[in-house]
Structures are given as C-alpha cells and as structure tokens.
C-alpha cells in the first residue's frame, strides 16, 4: 500500500512543481510590466511626451522625446503599410493561385516560416552594408526598408494561418458559380478581415519595438522626423541611449521611455485580443 | 467575361511577381553576405578563425571563439532555465488545467511575446543584474556587477518562454487521447501517465520547439547585450562576463570602415548567424509540418 501511497505523493509534487512553473511564466509577464511601471512612472511627465530634446537634454537638462515617438510611429506605420501591401498579396498567391501541395508552395511557406526567425540585426547589417555601398547615410528611409524586410514574413505566415481557417467547400463553392480565382481571392479576403487587422498590428508591434534593425539605419536625431532622407530618433534606440547615461535623471528618462513604449505594446495586444475576439464570434 | 480572365491574369501576374521579387531578395541577402565575407576567409584560414580567440582587428587577428563561446554559454543558461519551466507548464496547462484558466493564460503568454527586445533590458538592467551582484553572486562567494553570462541567460529565457509554449501546447494537444486514457486504465497516476506516455509521444515536438527557442535565443541582440558585459573573452563560469556574436555586430558596426577586414569580419558574423538561426529553424519546421501531416 505504501507504493501507491508514494506515486500519489509523487503525483502531487509534479502538480505543484507544474503550477510554479506556470506562475513563474505567467508572473514573469507582470513582474517585466511592474519593474517598468515602478521605476518610470516617478519620471514620467507630461513634458517627455509633447517635447524635443532641448541644450543639454542629455545631461539632465530640460526636454522629452517627442522626437522618438514620432520618429518610431512614422517608422512602424510606413513599414507595416509597405509589409501589408507585399505580404498579403503573397499569401493570397499561395493559397488560392499555387496549386495546394506543390513545390513552389510548400518552398515558399518553408522560406517564409525560417525567415521569420532570422534576427532583427542580420537585416540591419546587410542594409547598412547596402546603404555604405549605394551612398545613401542613414536615414529613416534606410531604417523604413529593414524593418519592411523583417515584417514582410510575420505578415505571410499570419495570414497564412488565417487562410487555413477557410472551409474548403466555400472555396470550391466559388469556384463552381464560375468566379475567377481572384474573385475568389476577394472572398478569402472578406472571409479573414477581421484576421487581417490582427496581422498589422501584430506586424506594427514588432516594428515599433525593433531594435537592432534600426540602430545601424536610422542613425539618430534631436529634430522632429521631417524628411525622409534623414536620419531619425526611435523610441527603443532613445531608451537603449538614455540608460547607457551615468547621469540618474537621464537614466530615470529612459525607464520612463520604456514606460510609453510598454503603453504603446499594450495597447496594441488589447486591440488585437478585441479584434481576435470578434474573429472568433465571426468564424460562427 | 472577358474582362473578368484579364484581370484574373493580371492580378495573379502581379501578385506572383510580387512573391519572386521577395524570394530573389531572400537569395541577395545570402549572396550578399558571402560575397562580403570573402575577405576576411581568403586571408585567414576558416578553421583558424572560428577557433583563434584572440579578436584584436588593429592587428588583424579576428579570432570569433569568445564571440561564439559566449552566445552558447548564453544560449545554455536560458535553455537550463526555460525548457524545464515551459515543458512542465505546457503539460500542466494540457492535461491539468481547465478550459478557463488555459483561455487565460495562453493570451498572456502571447503578450510576452510582444514585448519588444529592448523593454527586456531595461527589466535585466533593472532587476537581474542588481539581483545577481548583490545577492546571487555573493551566495556563492563570487565577487560580480551583475553584467554576466548569467543575467543574459536568465532574460533570454524569459523572451523564449512564448515560443516555447505556444508550440508545446500546440503538440501536447495533438497527443490521442485513446493513449492517454489507456495508460490511465492500467492505473497509472496521471504524472505517470505524463511522463511514461505523453513527454515520450511528444518528444519530436518538444524538440522542435526547444530548437526554436534556441535560434531565437542565438540571435537577440540588444536585451542581451545590455545586461552580459560585453569583454571579449571566453566565459569560464556563470558569472563571467560574456560578448555574444549579434552584440559584436550591434556595438562595432558603423565605426569599422577604416580597418582593413573589420567590416568582412562583421559580415562574416551576420552569415554565421543567418546560416545557424536557418538551419535550426529549418530542422524544427521539418519536424512540425511532418508532425502536422501526421495529425491532420
């Protein structure tokens, strides 16, 4: 009897050991949020956020990074725009006009799913390489073509996923009233709106926070972003910049930068979960 | 009708002209790196410079072993730290919890995942490298700043938890449940069940989300460069100081343009990471699409 005694005792160990590990995960989430939220709010003030950085900014004078938030908007919303537009055209291509299950499809998803994963940094090298090569400094056109590169799979691969969901007995519905397999394409497209919105927000959160894509492209800049032929402050670079300051008051800026990048990301994931939502209400 | 086939055909010229371009792109990124590597292994022995490990470019010599001795020590320590945590809540969330709490938790993770890079070394900056000068490494009779090995493990492991789980919960659900439900008929615990049964069904996998959550981990850059130290040299424990390859690229690209090779050796850095992160992730997708045949 003692065996059995012993597996149940072992049986509950794993049980708690599993649900610490789910605290921990899930905690990690709320602890990274309230480290932020803890350190930044004391430095946030309504002058980081409606100003550019003035004489001796970063040396604790006065200022805030205007220039970084809107440089990073800009940035995010013109590369996703350009993702989208070359993205979702590609997906659409894969699934309604390649055949299902032949090599240039199952190639192309492959190539899409690897790249996916290629860090943000081996784009940024090569597009600074190509940047020194062409003559072209770095600007917030060069920073604008990485983080392109780099959204364009997650664009693919989401709305691959998404055109997965289709019945097939919708698609070959459509087909068998006569449509043209690009007014089928329209209706795949009407069928996954609501997905669509989720992969450009998914696509502009990865763009905004990007790091590394943009350090060696984008340069820098204390000027509100005007031209696209110059270089431009980011919002993740001004806090990378802020926190390698020994100066404390420079520093406490960069927690509070971090704090408007974490509000920028979260509400973007709520905008997504609604969206997300709603597609499901829509799939019936 | 007719003008409905022209514009079927032109929008399927354009659109496969769209995914060919973006394929040719793909082939130049390769091209261009190598060609741009050329350099540095025309002038120095391929085998000598993955092992030399003195980096000192003024002089010449390239040597990448710190570089690539301190992205797997960082890679290890989050592996050591997240597959155990991740395998164990995967489990805990398929097979234990109930509808509501995994409809919960799943999102949340998913949020961790949107996290950018940078917001991570902000937190490490701020929490781990403290924690580990002041208390872990004293614990241990280690005289550290915290800028360590050992930090970048622990915030890298935190950043792989999303992929890790999401693929992990995503295989475990595809385990039959005829399997689970005859292991537990022969009066088998539920852990026994788990770990006889569903961990060894579930191995391919797991391993293919590990792999993931390596080539992820091999490539961050900025949350680990801004807690592990940056020396060049080879990490001989936990609390060394370490300098890992996408580091290298971030902090000396730009200012490298004078020195003969230095900008090869870079480029040479990219292609090591293009080639490893491609080709684990070609492995471990290999492994899910056949994993995902087979349940369909």
Redesign the interface.
């Known amino acids: 009897m003692s065996n059995v005694k012993k597996r149940l005792f072992k049986e509950k160990v794993a049980k708690v050991c599993m649900q610490l590990a789910g605290i921990t995960i899930t905690g990690s989430l709320f602890f990274i949020v309230g480290t932020i939220l803890y350190k930044g709010a004391p430095y946030l003030t309504w002058e980081m956020i409606s100003e550019t950085p003035k004489g001796g900014f970063y040396i604790g004078k006065d200022g805030g990074i205007l220039n970084a938030i809107l440089g990073s908007l800009y940035l995010a919303t013109v590369s996703t725009a350009l993702a989208t537009a070359i993205g979702v055209p590609i997906s659409i291509y894969l699934n309604v006009y390649v055949k299902a299950g032949s090599f240039l499809e199952r190639f192309s998803k492959l190539l899409f799913d690897v790249l996916f994963g290629i860090p943000s940094i081996v784009y940024g090298a090569i597009a600074f390489s190509l940047m020194v090569w062409m003559g072209i400094r770095a600007s917030l056109l060069g920073g604008i073509i990485t983080i392109t590169l780099l959204t364009i799979p997650i664009v693919v691969r989401t709305i691959d996923e998404l055109l997965k969901t289709v019945p097939v007995d919708l698609k070959n519905i459509t087909f068998s009233l006569g449509a043209t397999q690009w007014e089928t394409a329209k209706m795949f497209l009407r069928y996954i709106k609501p997905g669509i919105f989720t992969a450009i927000l998914l696509a502009f959160g990865r763009a905004i926070g990007d790091v590394a894509g943009v350090l060696l492209t984008t340069g820098f800049s204390d000027n509100l972003p005007k031209y696209i032929d110059e270089p431009s402050a980011t919002l993740p670079l001004a806090i990378f910049f802020q926190l390698s300051s020994p100066i404390p008051e420079v520093q406490g800026r960069a927690y509070a930068s971090a704090l408007i990048l974490t509000f920028i990301i979260l509400i973007i994931v709520i905008c997504t979960h609604l969206l997300a939502s709603r597609q499901q209400k829509h799939k019936i | 009708m007719n003008w ?2 022209i ?2 055909k032109l ?2 010229r ?3 002209l ?2 060919f371009s ?2 040719i ?2 082939a130049l ?1 390769l091209t ?2 190598i060609v ?1 590597s050329v350099p540095l292994v025309q002038a120095e022995h391929l085998g000598k410079i993955l092992t030399e490990s003195v980096w000192s470019p003024l002089k010449g010599s390239f040597g990448f072993l710190p570089f690539i001795m301190g992205t797997i020590w960082v890679t290890l320590i989050s592996l050591i730290i997240a597959v ?3 395998v ?2 995967s ?3 398929v097979e ?2 109930g509808d509501a709490l995994r409809s919960m ?1 799943l ?6 995942a ?10 490490g ?3 781990v490298v403290p924690l580990l000068g002041q208390f872990v490494g004293p614990l241990f009779g280690v005289e550290t700043t915290g800028y360590t090995v050992f930090a970048g493990g622990v915030v890298l492991a ?1 950043m792989i ?1 999303p992929i890790m ?1 999401s693929i992990m919960v995503e295989v475990l659900q595809t385990i039959p449940q005829e399997l689970k439900n005859a292991s537990l008929s022969l009066g088998a ?4 069940t ?1 770990t006889k049964v569903i961990l060894i069904k579930a191995k391919p996998g797991l391993l293919a989300a590990v792999v ?1 959550g390596i ?2 981990a ?5 949350a680990v460069l ?1 807690v592990c130290g940056n020396i060049p040299q080879i990490p001989k424990s936990f609390f060394d100081a370490g300098y890992p390859l ?1 580091a290298l ?2 902090n000396n ?2 200012e490298m ?1 004078s020195i003969p090779l230095y ?1 090869s050796a ?2 040479f850095a ?1 292609l090591l ?2 080639v490893i ?2 080709g ?3 492995l471990s ?2 492994i899910l ?1 056949k994993l995902e045949a087979k349940a369909s």
Do not use: H, Q
């Open positions: 409905r086939l514009k079927d929008v399927e354009s659109f496969s769209l995914l973006s394929l792109v793909i990124i261009g790196l741009k155990p945590l991740c164990l809540a489990v805990y969330l234990y919890a938790v999102p949340l993770v998913n949020v961790l949107a996290i950018p890079p940078v917001l991570y070394g902000v937190w900056v701020l929490f935190v938890f789980i615990t539920k852990w026994e788990v993931l080539s992820r091999f490539g961050e850059t900025v801004m996408p690229i971030a690209f730009g343009m900008d870079l480029m990219a990471l293009f992160i491609f684990f992730n070609l997708r290999i699409n």
